[in-house]
């Protein structure tokens, strides 16, 4: 049973490593022996938070900005220069904006749908070879962190960010279908309420928040780190185009 969760001798690579899901996602893959590669905007950050992961397992920081074709082909070719193989690719790195409907700006949905959508493609692209070498031992694997916002509807203006995730959560079909002839599987996590930068809401007044779910409490780390070590093992490897949705029944409720 331990060898079905195990991520022992993997290699990992976590966009938006350094905080929030991202970084709930590189602790679990860390406790279960992965070696991982988290990047960031931020270049201190990332540093930061790679050194204090560090004493979990081998952690290397690689600060990126992902949300441009040329910086994910950039960041790929960093990685090939350093592994001869990338097992666990996660797209988690992602943008939100929310404003009214009569003053959405364009800046607003492209900033948005460009790191939540393109990027997770052309990231996976362009890692395509890496990804192609892992899999000739045993699958490699593609998650990307979708939302709940892209599969039910929240009270908040938030346009390109639901749009952008539901899109994402249809992309990992396409590309799940595509990749599967590669022996690389692709599925995602559609998480809800979890403390974090992009949702101050949890994070800061979780206690008014948790009372909207109906398990009556946020995410923690533990639960985003299963879903994701289940998805990226041996445990998950049947598991082919799917949206793993974590989020304490919340979607079930707005439904």
Avoid at 130 to 157: C, F, M, T, Y
Avoid at 186 to 205: L, T
């Amino acid at each position: 049973m331990n060898d079905l969760f195990s991520l022992q001798g993997r290699v990992a690579l976590v966009t938006g490593g350094s905080r929030g899901i991202g970084r709930m996602i590189a602790e679990g893959f860390l406790r279960q022996g992965a070696r991982v590669y988290i990047t960031a905007r931020k270049a201190a950050a990332c540093d930061a938070a790679a050194a204090e992961m560090a004493a979990l397992g081998t952690c290397i920081s690689l600060p990126c900005d992902v949300s441009g074709v040329q910086a994910c082909q950039a960041l790929a070719a960093e990685i090939a220069r350093r592994e001869p193989a990338l097992d666990i690719l996660v797209n988690n790195a992602g943008a939100a904006w929310g404003e009214a409907f009569e003053t959405f700006p364009e800046n607003g949905w492209d900033k948005v749908v460009d790191l939540n959508m393109k990027t997770p493609f052309f990231l996976t692209q362009a890692l395509h070879a890496q990804l192609k070498a892992a899999a000739a031992q045993r699958p490699a694997k593609v998650i990307h962190i979708a939302s709940i916002d892209g599969i039910s509807v929240n009270p908040w203006e938030t346009y390109s960010y639901a749009a952008s995730k539901a899109g994402l959560i249809h992309l990992t079909r396409r590309m799940a279908l595509r990749l599967a002839q590669d022996n690389i599987v692709v599925s995602a996590i559609a998480p809800g309420p979890f403390a974090s930068e992009m949702n101050k809401q949890a994070r800061d007044h979780a206690d008014e928040v948790s009372q909207r779910v109906p398990v009556g409490r946020i995410g923690s780390d533990a639960d985003m780190a299963g879903a994701a070590i289940f998805l990226a093992s041996r445990a998950g490897d049947y598991v082919v185009g799917e949206t793993l949705v974590v989020d304490g029944g919340v979607s079930i409720a707005r439904g």
